[in-house]
């Protein structure tokens, strides 16, 4: 199975932060690489596809990028909103993976 | 809209057998692939099982499930079910019921509020 590995596990930011996490993949997967958002007691919430694609109703101050094996999620501008915990999953090959996750929590 | 609710989700014992079930609604089932993800308390998510679009006849399941859980699909009910037997502690999660989109690329666009399956003696 192909591993997916994100970094940091967890960061404190502030509002008004730009703020990047990292997500690192096994082999290489292409640009096959999605992100979610979940805040606690809810189901995740599709974030971006594809790399860079961003998800319907998804605000711009989230974006993707990356290739092959390592790959960005950014969220420009933190809002009070975007403080939850943010997966990756690489659709390359079955099973389809998920990383750990990165928890954003206020600072 | 699409909407995704599970069911079937409770508490059993270890090496017992538990079906979940997923209605659809919102888009033409057949059309789509879909899967179940499930997230032990305070856990991250696993991916568990996924069945292809049309008559199913493509299923993927984790390492973790291969030979316990069974997914299968009734596109004339619009509904999914993940078949789980033997199960152990290490089972109890919220199971959700997931669609696919924008394949071959593939990301899951819509999730279900999930059930909770707890195994416990």
């Known amino acids: 199975d192909i591993q997916m590995t994100q970094s940091p596990s967890s960061l404190s930011a502030s509002v008004g932060d730009r703020v990047s996490i990292t997500c690192r993949a096994s082999q290489s997967i292409s640009s096959y690489l999605n992100w979610y958002q979940q805040k606690p007691g809810q189901a995740p919430k599709p974030l971006i596809y594809g790399t860079s694609s961003l998800h319907s109703g998804v605000p711009s101050r989230f974006s993707g990028s990356g290739s092959g094996t390592d790959f960005t999620l950014t969220i420009s501008t933190l809002q009070p909103e975007d403080f939850a915990t943010y997966f990756c999953q690489q659709t390359y090959k079955m099973p389809w993976t998920l990383g750990q996750g990165t928890k954003v929590e206020i600072k | 809209e699409v909407q995704l609710v599970e069911s079937g989700g409770g508490s059993v014992q270890p090496g017992g057998s538990l079906r979940l079930s997923c209605s659809a609604s919102?888009?033409?089932?057949?059309?789509?692939?879909m899967h179940w993800v499930r997230q032990a308390p305070g856990k991250g998510l696993e991916f568990v099982s996924g069945?292809?679009?049309?008559?199913?006849?493509?299923?993927f399941y984790a390492a973790s499930v291969q030979g316990r859980f069974i997914i299968s699909r009734d596109n004339s009910k619009n509904t999914v079910y993940l078949q789980m037997s033997s199960l152990t502690t290490a089972d109890t999660a919220v199971y959700y019921c997931?669609?696919?989109?924008?394949?071959?690329?593939?990301?899951?666009?819509?999730w279900g509020r999930g059930t909770l399956v707890t195994v416990s003696s």
């Open positions: 997931v669609k696919d989109d924008r394949c071959p690329a593939c990301y899951f666009d819509h």
């Open positions: 919102g888009f033409t089932f057949s059309d789509y692939s």
């Open positions: 069945i292809s679009n049309k008559n199913g006849d493509s299923t």
